[in-house]
């Protein structure tokens, strides 16, 4: 048995899919494998971003990118067919690309509501299904594949933004982690997902502009997530040392969830 930092967290050789890796919590979640010898394919709507996001990281290791648009299930077809082509099988897939949309209650739209559903929970429950040919492919219990899911912590209290459709579908992330950690376990994945609370990313560019000093003075920690915060956990639900980890949901928010910071 060896116990050492450089065993327990190595993750070099592996492969890895960052959806909306592009930007914000993708980027650093795809920044972060790469720099520690993952290969790793990101993807994302905007193909130009995407592109430039893959050139930037190369320059610290391999990134590929292949932008798609993962809500249509002509987009998931097309992506999951180039993986299937350049790769044997896929070690981590992280779940990240995501949408929001707010709106009064009472005028809130039905086609917002089917967008963030669609691409925040239908996306995932079936790019994972279609990826898991190869996130099977070798994988076993004791050096499992890795699904990682990006949730939220709207998904774990009730938000005073108008995103309603936003945390409900978060909170379904949630639950798809713990249905699918059952349901794979035995074909050799682990299924874990991450709710963060503020990073700087442009989904929360608009609030953060308007709100930062409330929202960091409201957290209990004092400040709001950062690159460095996300690589860890990043990295660490990819490595040797959560092979016996499954279903389930990290908060990653200075304690936000919990409640309001005590002074």
Request: hydrophobic share 40%; net charge neutral.
């Amino acid at each position: 048995m060896s116990v050492s930092i450089n065993a327990l967290f190595n993750v070099a050789g592996k492969v890895a899919v960052v959806t909306g890796g592009s930007r914000g919590i993708g980027r650093m979640i795809a920044e972060a494998y790469v720099e520690n010898g993952v290969k790793t394919y990101i993807t994302a709507r905007k193909g130009e971003a995407c592109k430039q996001t893959a050139s930037e990281l190369n320059q610290m290791g391999e990134c590929i990118a292949l932008p798609v648009d993962l809500s249509t299930s002509d987009g998931r077809a097309q992506f999951v067919s180039e993986m299937k082509a350049r790769e044997k099988k896929l070690d981590i897939l992280v779940n990240n690309a995501g949408a929001a949309w707010g709106a009064p209650y009472e005028e809130y739209p039905e086609d917002g509501y089917d967008k963030v559903m669609d691409i925040n929970v239908k996306a995932i429950f079936m790019l994972t299904r279609d990826l898991l040919p190869l996130l099977a492919k070798d994988a076993r219990p004791e050096n499992p594949s890795r699904v990682i899911n990006i949730g939220s912590i709207d998904g774990l209290r009730v938000s005073s933004t108008d995103n309603f459709a936003y945390g409900a579908s978060k909170a379904a992330v949630h639950f798809l982690t713990k249905n699918l950690a059952v349901r794979l376990a035995g074909k050799g994945l682990t299924v874990n997902a991450i709710a963060p609370g503020p990073f700087e990313s442009n989904m929360m560019s608009h609030l953060l502009s308007q709100f930062r000093d409330k929202i960091e003075s409201e957290n209990p920690l004092g400040r709001i997530g950062n690159p460095t915060d996300m690589a860890g956990l990043a990295v660490y639900l990819a490595s040797p040392a959560t092979s016996y980890m499954t279903g389930q949901i990290i908060a990653l928010d200075g304690g936000r969830h919990l409640g309001a910071r005590q002074d």
